[in-house]
């Protein structure tokens, strides 16, 4: 992650990450270390899985803790609110071929696409910032050129 660029995040999406790393800390940190003592009881850790798989689990439920304490550090909370132009925050409706959808913009913290939330860094995302109602976007995605009109932006 670069450490100069800010984590976008909303004020629900803030919450939910302090609440995640709290429960990383405190009672997931105790499970884990649990298992790894409960494991070293069987000795021979040459070939005891339960303590392989264990610290396997340590390593990654650290570096989650790590990954939420740098993004914790730069998030900038976003403001829902009446915007001109597309930016993170805002809601914008699109039009492209006739199918119409609604998309929040938001920080890749929080990014679910099936769920219309989608990232100011995903190429959509990237395309429609800074862009106003009534105007006509043009991208490439995987799938190939794609033109999305910008029906509004709230």
């Not at 649990?34 to 069987?42: K, P, Q, S, T, W």
């Not at 909370?77 to 925050?89: F, P």
């Amino acid at each position: 992650m670069n450490n100069e660029k800010p984590v976008y995040v909303s004020a629900e999406g803030l919450k939910k990450l302090e609440a995640e790393l709290e429960e990383l800390r405190t009672s997931k940190r105790a499970e884990v270390a649990e298992r790894i003592h409960n494991a070293m009881e069987f000795g021979d850790f040459s070939e005891n899985s339960e303590l392989e798989q264990a610290k396997n689990d340590q390593a990654f439920l650290e570096g989650r803790i790590l990954s939420l304490e740098q993004m914790l550090k730069k998030a900038v909370v976003i403001e829902g609110g009446h915007h001109e132009k597309v930016e993170v925050g805002s809601k914008v409706v699109v039009e492209t071929d006739g199918d119409r959808k609604e998309y929040v913009i938001v920080g890749s913290a929080e990014a679910a696409p099936g769920e219309g939330r989608i990232s100011n860094e995903s190429p959509v995302g990237k395309a429609l910032i800074g862009h106003r109602a009534g105007e006509t976007v043009k991208l490439t995605v995987p799938a190939g050129a794609v033109e999305l009109r910008i029906l509004g932006v709230s």
